[in-house]
């Protein structure tokens, strides 16, 4: 089976950019682009679907869509697909980005293979971005087609796209230039646009930004206003993908703040959080700063990464969430929190200004040392309920813990022999939110007792970095089937990227799964897993350890 590509596993190209950054050539507050200098824009077309209006994206009915979504990988997961979907719509997202092939470095999707994609997406009632990514970093990625291949794909697929303006926006090429001269990414983008306008297409059409995507020589944001103006419906929007070369607020606001001012269309097409060996992107400031400008943004990925620790879901299991996919869906600024269903799904009335009624008191089930799963009797509202917020309550403050478009969710990670007191809220496609819920009260149960140690020990070191690794032993009679080991770092470091297990990273809390040659560990037997870490000055070793909820001894 393929593996998804994604901006993590380009090394060298993000090590030139952090290079770049440390030589000061990362002038994204600096630049002065003719981006930055407000002019009028062309007069668009009559759009019949979905378009751009006064620099916003808006729906052929004049109201603001803000996208609020995820890419999925359906040219590498086709069977996956379909699933997929329906569990990203009901997490609560309002759009998608649907990875496609156009046959030069994967095999293309068929017009019937993307038409089901686009059926699949009307039916959960998501905006679908459709996108090619056979263009990944061309100039640098000797494998990467060019973005006139890709106006030929879809222009070989108008039968398919004419008529679903309402419904998808064509992003021509993924990331369609390294960071090798990346100022040729212009003229390509203005003819390949030009290219789908002649061959008739109304739809918006998307552009990704050079710099395998994130622009840090400002090229797109210097160019922007010239590619617009280039687009004679007027109907275009740019992509900022934002992973570690955007690790500050300033570089996310400035960036963002740049389009808005200038009133150029954009959105965040990718963007992620976790920590890697070339920086800590700012996910925090990237979905604040968007909600706060209105602006859409897609979190790479549903499910299925080659580097793991950027899957939303482990194996496209929505309730397997990872602690990056808690954050996207439930977090702060979140989907959960943020996406309004597009109207021409029939929700999100401009004019609904009805709330739901209240849900009925939650009633808990299936409570563990570490989950709990909630139920409560549904809402009602006048249009109609798009889902549910749970809430921890805490005397006078209250933390989302999860969400869902039906009656019941299971919370997961929390803490053993701990009481809880949750509520629940309704909220509809408009954004009108419910009163709360009654609350309930519900208290953990008792870790189950574990028999291991575990060994951690620093292998070697170099400023800003290191490798590290952990061998967990079992000293029990009987082999322990599937684990999940969890303990937390003092000093702010990071695993990069792992090897013999899985890490996922919340602060300084890292919970680790094992690949599948280290699920088992024998009665009496060990297994290892190795990382490569970031630290600053200090690194001291975690002195705590917690196997499937039990502590272990350190040794």
């Not at 609560?92 to 980005?97: F, I, T």
């Not at 808690?326 to 996406?339: L, S």
């Not at 209240?358 to 809402?379: D, I, K, M, R």
């Not at 009602?380 to 813990?401: F, L, Q």
Request: net charge negative; hydrophobic share 40%.
């Amino acid at each position: 089976m393929s593996t998804v590509p994604t901006p993590r596993t380009f090394p060298l190209a993000r090590l030139l950019t952090r290079l770049a950054a440390l030589l000061g050539l990362v002038l994204l507050g600096a630049l002065v682009p003719a981006a930055a200098q407000a002019q009028p824009q062309p007069a668009a077309a009559l759009a019949t679907g979905l378009h751009i209006s006064d620099g916003r994206l808006v729906e052929g009915n004049g109201n603001d869509f803000v996208m609020r979504g995820v890419n999925h990988a359906h040219t590498w997961y086709p069977g996956r697909t379909q699933q997929s979907l329906a569990d990203i719509k009901a997490m609560g997202a309002n759009a998608v980005r649907v990875v496609l092939a156009d046959g030069h470095r994967w095999s293309a999707n068929s017009p019937s293979d993307v038409a089901n994609v686009i059926a699949q997406c009307k039916a959960n009632r998501l905006i679908c971005v459709l996108e090619v990514h056979d263009t990944t970093g061309y100039g640098e990625d000797a494998a990467a087609g060019t973005l006139d291949q890709a106006a030929d794909y879809w222009i070989g697929l108008k039968d398919v796209l004419a008529g679903q303006e309402d419904y998808i926006i064509v992003n021509i090429g993924n990331e369609p230039w390294g960071n090798t001269d990346p100022a040729g990414w212009t003229a390509p983008t203005v003819a390949a646009v030009k290219k789908l306008r002649a061959a008739g297409f109304q739809h918006t059409i998307m552009v990704d930004a050079p710099n395998w995507g994130q622009d840090w020589q400002g090229v797109m944001k210097a160019n922007a206003r010239s590619v617009y103006d280039a687009d004679t419906t007027g109907n275009l929007i740019f992509s900022i993908h934002m992973y570690s070369v955007f690790d500050t607020a300033a570089e996310v606001t400035d960036y963002l703040n740049t389009f808005v001012n200038a009133k150029l269309p954009l959105l965040i097409g990718e963007f992620g959080g976790p920590a890697d060996q070339w920086g800590d992107p700012d996910e925090d400031t990237m979905m604040a700063a968007a909600q706060q400008l209105k602006l859409g943004y897609l979190a790479w990925s549903w499910s299925g990464n080659t580097d793991p620790i950027l899957d939303l879901t482990l194996n496209f299991d929505p309730a397997q969430l990872s602690s990056w996919g808690k954050r996207i869906f439930n977090g702060v600024n979140g989907i959960a929190q943020t996406a309004k269903e597009a109207t021409v799904f029939g929700g999100g009335s401009p004019g609904d200004t009805q709330a739901p009624t209240a849900p009925g008191a939650p009633a808990a089930s299936a409570v563990t040392a570490t989950s709990a799963t909630l139920s409560w009797s549904a809402a009602t509202d006048d249009v109609g309920v798009a889902g549910y917020d749970v809430v921890r309550v805490s005397g006078a403050t209250e933390t989302k813990v999860g969400a869902s478009t039906g009656t019941t969710a299971t919370l997961t990670g929390l803490t053993a022999n701990t009481a809880y007191t949750f509520a629940v809220y309704a909220r509809d496609a408009a954004g009108n939110r419910s009163a709360r819920s009654a609350t309930v009260n519900v208290t953990t149960g008792t870790a189950p007792a574990v028999a291991c140690s575990v060994a951690y020990r620093v292998v070697g070191e170099w400023p800003g970095g290191f490798q590290g690794d952990i061998t967990l032993r079992n000293t029990g009679a009987a082999p322990i089937s599937g684990w999940k080991l969890v303990f937390a770092f003092a000093d702010g470091q990071t695993v990069a990227n792992m090897w013999g297990g899985t890490a996922a990273q919340s602060g300084g809390t890292v919970s680790v799964t094992p690949a599948a040659y280290t699920s088992t560990v024998p009665a009496g037997g060990s297994v290892t897993v190795g990382f490569i870490g970031s630290k600053g000055a200090a690194n001291t070793a975690p002195t705590a350890f917690s196997l499937n909820g039990g502590a272990c001894a350190t040794s």
